[in-house]
């Protein structure tokens, strides 16, 4: 799943970083990202406060859901391009439709 995570974050324009085992620093690791996707049933307890904390730090816009399915990550997205700044401006707005 995180080549396909990748593949549709790129498909709206974004990089994407898939994290599913806290290994070394997660703070390092996340970095100040447009958004913070969790997927609540995929990644451990600690490893989900981790990332949370770290947003929170940043000012990092947050969305969780518990199901980690390539439809959830499409709405989510979807979502996050309605409220970019750029939002009907860039090359990908017709995803957003």
Same mark, same amino acid.
């Given at each position: ?8 974050c790129? +498909?709206?324009?974004?990089? =994407? ?11 390092? *690791?996340i970095?100040t990202? &447009?958004?913070?996707i969790?997927?609540? #049933?995929?990644v +451990?307890? +600690?490893?989900? #406060?981790?990332?949370?904390?770290? =947003?929170?730090? #940043? ?8 199901? +980690?399915? =390539? ?9 996050? @391009?309605?409220? @970019?700044? *750029? =939002?009907?401006? @860039? /090359?990908? /707005?017709?995803? @957003? &439709?």
């Open positions: 799943m995180e080549r396909q995570y990748q593949q549709i790129k +498909s709206y324009g974004y990089k =994407a970083k898939v994290f599913t085992k806290e290994a070394g620093s997660l703070k390092r *690791k970095g990202p &447009d958004l913070l969790v997927f609540t #049933n995929t +451990s307890h +600690s490893m989900t #406060n981790c990332a949370l904390q770290e =947003a929170k730090k #940043n000012g990092t816009r947050i969305a969780r859901t518990h199901t +980690s399915s =390539a439809a959830a990550l499409h709405e989510i997205m979807k979502e996050h @391009c309605a409220v @970019c700044p *750029k =939002a009907g401006e @860039c /090359a990908y /707005a017709e995803m @957003c &439709d």
